[in-house]
Nanobody, 116 residues
Framework: QVQLVESGGGLVQAGGSLRLSCAAS?????MGWFRQAPGKEREFVAA????????DYVDSVKGRFTISRDNAKNTVYLLMSSLKPEDTAVYYC????????????WGQGTQVTVSS
């Protein structure tokens, strides 16, 4: 069992930046960030592997968001820049135990609100 705790959400104006953090109680294969806006389905945002730091992003955030990890702290970050109102959502971090497995462990979520 892996416990995940997110932090760093808040209210920001369009064009601004926020950094989300996700502290994990254990090491897995990959960590991901997802988001869910009101009335919409949860969507994948970005992911990173612990071992090699390989990253993946959804097209809508490429060039604006950066995912990174601190192996010593078991913490993953999501730096969000050039934020847009459509980035408003609850952001969740999740852990994928092994290659090809589902994201089985989830944090409680943190609200990000971007005002226009």
């Amino acid at each position: 069992q892996v416990q995940l705790v997110e932090s760093g959400g808040g209210l920001v104006q369009a064009g601004g930046s926020l950094r989300l953090s996700c502290a994990a109680s254990g090491r897995t294969y990959r960590m991901g960030w997802f988001r869910q806006a009101p009335g919409k389905e949860r969507e994948f945002v970005a992911a990173i592997t612990w071992s090699y730091g390989r990253t993946d992003y959804v097209d809508s955030v490429k060039g604006r968001f950066t995912i990174s990890r601190d192996n010593a702290k078991n913490t993953v970050y999501l730096l969000m820049s050039s934020l847009k109102p459509e980035d408003t959502a609850v952001y969740y971090c999740a852990a994928q135990s092994t290659v090809g497995s589902v994201y089985a462990f989830w944090g409680q979520g943190t609200q990000v609100t971007v005002s226009s």
